[in-house]
């Protein structure tokens, strides 16, 4: 339950001045409804008001602040020339200028004679001083009408500065203070603000320093929403750590057979990644272990050595994967090896039922089955295991805590986890990420893949690029082209995936796939299957192309408008050919418009296929803020960590946690500190991120 003080911050925005139900939709799809949404909204800098020049000194393209007399209105003379205003002070004459302007309006604003202050960019025009459309013309009786220090937010659809911080304010008066939850030496030693304190000062600036990232109010915010975040994950690993594991050993005899059964010798980092695996099971703690690695460097290999050794220690072991497709490809990749070293491999999906499923429950409940792979089928509460040792868990992120228990719960004791990604995250990043999970790394490449021919050109080609894929196609290969992904309308991005689709299937009579989000699980696994085997040559997609989807024989790659993507996601595209023996190649087609920061993407595209560097890359070109396709990457949600500014703050934030997590949250009662517990209590769930927290006291 949500601790009642934070009632007041999780209020509707709706409740505060000049926000009426169109402009918390359109907020509330920026950033969200609530006051924590509005008060989480960082300012992006801040427009400073106190130059207060004469005319005469003003400098051209400066923000000034004016006070002068109103002289003399000169109405349009026609519809397309500008409404001036004249006024003056002791050194000359500043021209006021509006276009479309109300004429009634402008006279109440500034009377003749009257005296005004004025505030925007000088501007100078033949010779003449002038502002165009002026911030704010204030009465000098009334100064406070013109804030001299003026925040900037990220815009937000339909809600205006003005409102943004008229509500802003409003809410920073309303929100109570709330408990301490750091601690007092890291307090002291950064000259940290209290958390409202530093709310307002982020907010309420004093100067454009107090909203820089590295000011004292920034970090302490950033602070607490790191200590939140992996407070949250050492809680998880905690209790799972605590949860009776076992030590699971063996003679090696499947795994040595599997070994002998493949046609290739593992790579160094493949070796290693299992062996830490081996490691861990052996432990008498479960384990709680990622295995990063780019597409295609072999963790499918790794998982199924570390169920080979399962058997071996005889116990069952289960794999989850995220769609059909591809728990049906881990079982292809994986079954006739295990087969022939005497291990047994069943598949379950949604869309096995009847007697086979039936069949499978019994086997599974016997111990026949030794590995079942499967996606959230295998979850089902009805599954039984005789005895479950090892999960394994691919493209984990796409998992949420809960069904990664469920697996580990069918376990009669300490099930050992296994999650593998291929989503590369920076290194700094990888502890927020996975702050719970023990990490092994799998660079290196196996040996023998050709290099990805990657190019970038101008989308005035596409009708070049589109004639190369038939010729491609002609001598055999298979062609994914990827169309453009539409910011905030799904229907815009289908209407460009289906007119490509149209226009290359004259070019492709028959041969022509198409697969987008809207499709059906099933109808999308059949277009893909269909390319897999071969039935089509050319896969029109959005981006729905699945991670970790195989076909060898695929080997060009089209990204339309490939300006429009992210690092990360352009890496997981490209990924998906050079999988077999055939040279590759990955056409980004870009605008002829493209910003600086889009031309090094791709630029990096070229450069290199090491989605560890791709990533690091990304994480720099994008700096602060919109951290990496979130959902993508699986990182928790961030609005207030500059993962570039703050990175020093990480590594104390996690041992902060964790050692609050074994003394405070763990502690025995009466030893612990109540007063610390009650607050970080209060972190958790302003930053909602109890859900994991709550989720294991309910068992
Ligand atoms: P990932 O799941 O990491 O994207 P896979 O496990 O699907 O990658 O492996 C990609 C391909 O590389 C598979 O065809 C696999 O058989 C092959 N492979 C894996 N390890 C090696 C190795 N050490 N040497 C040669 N080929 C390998
Ligand atoms: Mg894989």
Redesign the pocket.
Known sequence: MRPELLYPYFADIEALPGIGKRTRAGFERAAGGRYVDLLFHLPSGVIDRRYRPTVMEAAENSIATLEVDVVQHYPAPNKRAPYKVVCRDDSGDLTLVFFHARKDWLLRQLPEGSRRLVSGKIEKYQGKVQITHPDYMVDPATPDDLPLLETLYPLSAGVSLKVLRKALLQALSEVPSLPEWNRPDLIEKENWPTFLDALKSVHQPESAADVAPEHAARRRLAYDELVATQLALAIVREESRRKKGRSLTGQGHYVDAVRALLP????GD?EKAFSEIVADMQSARSMFRLVQ?????????VALLAMAYAKDAGVQAAMLAPTEILARQHLA?IASVAEQAGISVRLLTGRIKGRERAEILQGLKEGTIDILVGTHAIIQADIEFADLGLAVIDEQHRFGVQQRMALSDKGKVGVDVVG?T?TPIPRTLTLTAYGDMDVSR?VEK???RKPIDTRVVSLERIADVAAGAKRAVTSGARVYWVCPLVEESQVTDLAAAEERFESLKTLFPERVGLVHGRMKGPDKDSVMQAFATGDLDVLVATTVIEV?V?V?EATVMVIEHAERFGLAQLHQLRGRVG?GGDKSTCILLRSNTVSEVARSRLQIMRETEDGFLIAEEDLRLRGSGEILGTRQSGLPEFRLVDFVAHSDLIEIARDDARHATSTVWFGKEGERDERRREALRHLLYLFERDEGVRMMKSG
């Open positions: 290739y010798q593992l790579t493949q690695g780019d597409v295609g460097s072999g963790k499918t290999v990749s593998m291929a799998i196996p040996p023998g970790g195989d060898p999988r």
